[in-house]
């Protein structure tokens, strides 16, 4: 395997973006930052060599750096002031420790998960000779996710040598004939044609997608598992890697944002309706207000709920159950873990708290929506005669409704699936829900109804 040149441009390893301070030293301006003479004396005394410190003007906050082998440290200024505030030496010495032993016990997987990421590729390259077969593979691309590197950036024959060292079938969500739907958010310049790098998880594309505010756009496409050269799990964006090309039906998703939204939803009294709901809440209700079944969760579920009830043609009754169903559902959990039993609780403590006065079949209908919110809903129909409803389709729709405005805000643990979203409303509101995602967030310095949307 041809490994020495693996890089399109060996200009993009950040190697290339060190100077050794003996050059920065020749120059007749010199930054107020950067004493040589006297860093070099505390260096050398330290039993350290001034050939290993290098001045990176590409880090405005550390222009200095240590680099020697595996070891990479970054140093803000270059005077003996900061070289012994630092305890250079020291930390040198036990980054240095730390690297070799897991290369004496021939632990890879430690190694790079400790070495810096911006100079674990070139490690990997000089260690690929010593690194198990086995281990090639993955190790690469877990190298990969934690660079800044993309696929075109290296040569095809690289990227297939590495391919070949694949020593299982990629555990891929594919349909009868291996394709997968994919998703891409980016800004507008790239054309997604180009891309190198896809996801699963329509989440993550949303999430990319809002890093460029209103320039962003996601796209979806399909592709066959056999194009997928590499499925990333690193930072749980399941990323898939293939090369550019090789993703089909490619077409850009349409998504109204919130503040599209905004107009009509004020003139449906769905805003002042939200408000004067959240008002009814306080952190008392809650085991844990700031968790992340809390305040700012019931709050986005409400709003969720009242939004889709409006998309769905719902009357003003069955938003109502909806509403009151999204501010009491998780009052009666008492953790933040998987629990099928605290929707149970969480009506129970409704009515401690004379928060749930309803008709008789209204209230059955909510302790329904409660009650099962929190278990499958196949478990949930099977239970649907233990209730005193005689309007079983609109238990029903209204059950539908609300699991899947809980279920959008699941974006919140990445961990939102379109596939299982009921009603038809629910997938025009992806985007909405990782814009209320960042703004509908309570904290415990945040003053009563001090978030905005």
Same mark, same amino acid.
């Given at each position: ?64 750096? !240590?680099?020697?082998? &595996?070891? *990479? /440290? =970054? ?7 900061? #070289? +012994? ?22 632990? !890879?997987?430690?190694? &790079?998960? *400790? /070495? =810096? ?7 990997? #390259? +000089? ?26 950036? &290296? ?299």
């Amino acid at each position: 395997m041809n490994i020495k040149n693996p890089i399109v441009n060996p200009m993009l390893l950040f190697r290339f973006t060190l100077v050794p301070v003996t050059e920065i030293a020749q120059m007749p301006f010199r930054p107020e930052r950067f004493r040589y003479e006297e860093g070099k004396a505390f260096l050398e005394k330290e039993g350290k060599n001034i050939a290993d410190f290098y001045f990176n003007r590409f880090a405005p906050f550390s222009w200095f750096a !240590y680099y020697r082998d &595996f070891v *990479l /440290i =970054d140093i803000p200024s270059f005077n003996p002031q900061t #070289l +012994e505030a630092m305890k250079i030496a020291s930390v040198i010495d036990l980054e240095t420790s730390r690297l070799q032993s897991c290369l004496q016990k021939k632990d !890879y997987i430690s190694f &790079f998960s *400790l /070495i =810096d990421m911006r100079i674990a590729l070139k490690a990997y #390259l +000089e260690l690929f000779p010593l690194i198990p077969q086995e281990d090639r593979y993955r190790l690469f691309w877990f190298v990969f996710s934690r660079s800044e590197l993309k696929l075109e950036d &290296f040569t095809p024959e690289f990227i297939n040598d590495i391919r070949a060292y694949r020593d299982r079938e990629l555990n891929l969500p594919t349909d009868e004939h291996g394709h997968m739907a994919v998703y891409r958010g980016q800004g507008v310049n790239s054309p997604a044609t180009q891309a190198s790098s896809w996801t699963l998880d329509i989440n993550t594309a949303i999430f990319h997608a809002r890093r460029f505010q209103a320039g962003g756009k996601i796209f979806s496409g399909i592709i066959h598992r056999e194009k997928v050269i590499a499925s990333i799990r690193y930072r749980n964006e399941k990323e898939i890697i293939c090369f550019p090309g090789n993703v089909e039906q490619i077409k850009e998703m349409q998504f109204k944002s919130l503040a599209e939204f905004q107009p009509e939803l004020e003139k449906a009294g769905i805003i002042k309706l939200y408000e004067s709901y959240s008002s009814l809440l306080e952190d008392k209700y809650f085991h844990n207000p700031y968790g992340i079944h809390g305040l700012s969760h019931t709050r986005r579920v409400l709003l969720l709920s009242l939004i889709l009830s409006w998309l769905e043609n719902l009357n003003a009754a069955d938003t109502e159950l909806l509403g009151r169903a999204a501010l009491c559902h998780d009052m009666g959990r008492c953790n933040d873990n998987f629990d099928p039993q605290h929707g149970r609780a969480s009506y129970q403590k409704a009515i401690s708290l004379h928060l749930i006065t309803l008709s008789s079949e209204e209230q059955e209908i909510l302790r329904f929506i409660i009650e099962n919110h929190c278990i499958s809903d196949r478990q949930a129909m099977a239970l649907t005669d233990q209730y005193q409803v005689k309007d079983k389709e609109r238990l029903l729709i209204l059950y539908k409704v609300f699991k899947d405005a809980d279920g959008l805000d699941r974006i919140r643990i990445n961990d939102l699936n379109i596939s299982k979203l009921r009603t038809p409303s629910a997938p025009k509101l992806l985007l909405v829900a990782r814009e209320l995602l960042e703004q509908i967030t309570v904290s415990s310095n945040t003053p009563a109804g001090g978030e905005s949307i």
